[in-house]
């Protein structure tokens, strides 16, 4: 799978539906929707989402902070919270969970498309390596990287989208999922989140 892998973490299932149709809509693609602090931890664990939109309240209780700690603990990936709650309380214990977006419920397609861009893109800016070239990364795997697999993998720190990438490049949205395909097979990963983590690993 090589578009966006977006994992929704939200107790209301109305709303997590509604969330789910927005992010196809916008050339994401939704691997779930957690209703639970459990769920979404089996997901996290097991799915490896590039990005979580995050609940705060989640069955009354502030467990998407328990959430956004066990991402921070335990991947490199950007999370956005969503929630009804705009107050000072919440929004000063949200602050030190690292989020790279809050979005206040209710919100429309716009808003949330606009949200995860400006997240990705940041999140992007956050992790990436200043050594990101790729000599380096050619020296730190046993099957190199060509030009273009390389500015594809530059796109996918940014967190663009296939047709983003296609319309950057120049090529179409099918050479673009080759190539991050062949990005995948030299890496030896499988999703956007764990190529991205791999790469900070070999430039740490």
Do not use: C, W
């Amino acid at each position: 799978m090589s578009t966006i892998r977006v994992l929704i973490v939200e107790d209301d299932p109305i709303i997590g539906e509604d969330i789910r149709d927005i992010l196809t809509n916008v050339d994401y693609t939704a691997i779930g929707v957690a209703y639970s602090k459990a769920e979404a931890i089996d997901y996290i664990n097991n799915e490896n989402p590039d990005l979580v939109l995050l609940d705060i309240n989640l069955d009354g209780n502030y467990e998407g902070f328990d959430i956004a700690e066990h991402i921070n603990q335990t991947r490199r990936i950007p999370f956005l919270y969503l929630t009804s709650y705009s107050g000072k309380e919440i929004i000063e214990r949200a602050k030190p969970t690292m989020p790279m977006g809050y979005i206040v419920k209710p919100f429309n397609e716009k808003e949330l498309y606009s949200n995860i861009e400006v997240a990705l893109y940041n999140f992007s800016k956050f992790v990436l390596p200043a050594t990101f070239n790729i000599q380096l990364i050619n020296s730190k795997i046993n099957s190199s990287l060509t030009q273009r697999e390389f500015d594809i993998l530059e796109g996918l720190f940014e967190g663009k989208t296939n047709r983003q990438l296609a319309e950057s490049n120049f090529i179409s949205v099918n050479t673009v999922k080759t190539h991050i395909k062949n990005i995948y097979e030299k890496m030896n990963t499988n999703t956007r989140s764990e190529t991205i983590t791999l790469v900070h690993s070999l430039l740490l």
